[in-house]
């Protein structure tokens, strides 16, 4: 089952008000959902990945029977969920590092919703009846619900000061539409994100080779290879040798992309075929379509890249 996805607000801040609505902070983390059939757990990512094997500190969930829970993996630090901290986690498969990893930082599930319990489709029910379902459940150790808030306003506000990603408004009586991004979820967020195609880098201009940017792109509805734009920062350390290996297995002969880019970026540029997906954090997006301020935050496996058209 793919997830129901949210609608963004039009605007920062814009979110619907009134007392059809609950409200629930915007988690910094990875979706997941939580499938249980006869005492056997799995985990998928919205690509309907299996991720089970990244998370073996949430295994307690396997004894809740015959459930499908919809949430968010979360790694906190200092008190805040950090998507940097948890990127060495998304990825990992061999069962010794993963335990390991969980044991010196455990991850947190933040249960939102119960899609089935006991054989029976919630689905069709309203979110409140679900969240009935879910809040009787007795959540294993790393698992608990995400809080609800009546007041919208005063959480953007909260979550602003506190340095989280944002507020999701969701109607007290919407049905779960899976795979569907319905206007019964709302997402405001305090800062943007997308994911986007590495289709190339430039080298540091120190002369030492190591990756100094990644050049970006986004799919267009032809199927072409848009630029965003060229981000160097998040790039340091260890990332950017690791983004180095891996890009280094898609080298390619001349740009992808279906546009120009810029003289001043494709510079000494090392095209690579559009396959790897990171995602990205920025203050906006230019009448050209390019992004301003870009960080790169991490690979990701677990969804494709945004199309050119979504802001």
């Known amino acids: ?27 910094d983390g990875v979706r997941v959902l939580a499938d249980v059939r006869d005492g056997v757990l799995r985990l998928t990512s919205r690509n309907e990945r299996d991720v089970t094997p990244a998370y073996p500190e949430l295994g307690g969930l396997a004894a809740l029977g ?14 805040r969920p950090s998507f940097a901290a948890l990127a060495e986690r998304m990825h990992v498969r061999e069962a010794r590092r993963a335990e390991a990893l969980a044991a010196a930082r455990p991850v947190t599930y933040l249960a939102f919703d119960v899609l089935r319990h006991d054989g029976r489709d919630l689905t069709g029910l309203p979110l409140e009846a679900r969240r009935a379902v879910l809040d009787a459940l007795a959540l294993p150790e790393h698992v608990q619900p995400s809080p609800w ?11 602003a000061a506190h340095g989280l990603e944002g507020v999701v408004a969701k109607r007290r009586d919407a049905p779960y539409r899976p ?18 195609l590495v289709g190339g ?21 032809d199927g072409g290879l848009r630029y965003l734009g060229r981000a160097g920062s998040g790039l340091g350390g260890g990332a950017a040798r690791l983004m180095r290996e891996l890009l280094s297995t898609h080298e390619r002969d001349g740009s992808p992309f279906a546009d ?28 050209s379509g390019r992004l301003r301020q870009p960080v ?4 990701r496996t677990d969804v494709a890249a945004d199309p050119w058209g979504q802001p």
Request: with cysteine; charged share 25%; net charge negative.
């Open 201 to 221: 880098w430039r080298p540091e201009s120190t002369g030492t080779g190591r990756l100094g940017a990644l050049l970006l792109g986004a799919p267009d509805e």
């Open 1 to 27: 089952m793919e997830p129901m996805l949210a609608t963004p607000a039009p605007a920062p801040a814009a979110l619907p008000r009134g007392r059809d609505w609950v409200f629930e902070v915007k988690w």
């Open 179 to 196: 795979g569907r991004r319905s206007p019964d979820w709302v997402k405001a967020a305090h800062r943007l994100t997308r994911t986007a």
């Open 149 to 159: 808030y009546d007041d919208g306003d005063d959480l953007w506000r909260v979550t």
């Open 260 to 287: 120009d880019v810029p003289a001043v970026d494709a510079r000494g540029a090392v095209w690579c075929d559009p396959v790897v997906v990171v995602e990205v954090l920025y203050l906006l997006r230019t009448p």
């Open 66 to 79: 015959d459930v499908l829970l919809d949430g968010e993996v979360v790694l906190m630090d200092a008190g």
């Open 296 to 299: 790169v935050r991490g690979v």
